[in-house]
């Protein structure tokens, strides 16, 4: 695992965009296309923005969600409106192919959760492998929507799951074994509430979800505030 610290949190989602642009680059060179998972929050939307501005073939980029929360289309609690208006509207027409979480009623989970580990299997294979997985860190340790002590965590036989009621939503999430076959995951972190959390990720605390995915292929972006006590730059961590 490698975490590079930055100076404040617009600094960090700068860096997290050119990261994510570089496997980018690097994967079409591969293969030819580039699947990329976002995770929802308010932390990453300066990361949105700023992807936005970067020039890559984003037409050979295919765009998923590690998750998403049950509320109605148009709700500002969506995570995929924020990725809507502050990534793909800027891009326009010259934006990635999209693969949305559906929107869904809390009834509905179960059923979103199976089409939507089908849309995951017709893009990326079966088993599936994403290139890149973007994720948060929750204060809690949660990631994607993988909480402590629901039923969703706990999932290895579904590449998508239905949690229970988390901060006051059910939501659809990739599960872990989805997740640890992605070729990257990149963490964005930043906030000093956030700072406990990370710390346990970096010490590989297995009660932690975070904790639980692979860290060989693990990239760590965070600002100051999340790692008091380590100086910017670059440093790997076994």
């Known amino acids: 695992m490698h975490i590079e610290v930055l100076p404040d949190a617009a600094a960090a989602g700068e860096r997290a965009a050119r990261r994510i642009a570089e496997c980018a680059e690097g994967g079409l060179r591969e293969r030819g296309r580039f699947l990329l998972a976002l995770s ?31 509320v109605p289309p148009a709700s500002e609690a969506r995570n995929w409106s924020h990725v809507a208006r502050l990534l793909l509207a800027p891009l326009g027409a010259s934006g990635p192919q999209t693969h949305p979480m559906p929107a869904m009623a809390a009834h509905e989970l179960d059923a979103a959760a199976a089409e939507y580990a089908q849309t995951l299997v017709a893009a990326a294979g079966a088993p599936p492998q994403l290139d890149l997985v973007h994720l948060g860190l929750g204060s809690d340790g949660h990631t994607a929507s993988l909480f402590a002590g629901d039923a969703a965590l706990e999932v290895d036989d579904a590449w998508v799951a239905a949690t229970g009621v988390q901060q006051g939503h059910r939501r659809l999430t990739l599960t872990l074994p989805a997740l640890a076959r992605a070729r990257r995951s990149l963490w964005l972190v930043c906030g000093a509430d956030k700072a406990a959390a990370l710390a346990r990720l ?14 060989r292929t693990a990239w760590v972006v965070a600002d100051a505030a999340a790692c008091p006590g380590r100086a910017p730059g670059v440093e790997e961590i076994e």
Do not use: N, S
């Open 40 to 70: 929802g929050g308010h932390t990453p939307q300066p990361m949105y923005e700023a992807l936005a501005r970067l020039p890559l073939a984003w037409r050979r980029v295919a765009l998923f969600q590690a998750d998403e929360r049950a």
């Open 202 to 215: 970096l010490a590989g605390e297995r009660g932690l979800p975070a904790a639980r995915l692979p860290r």
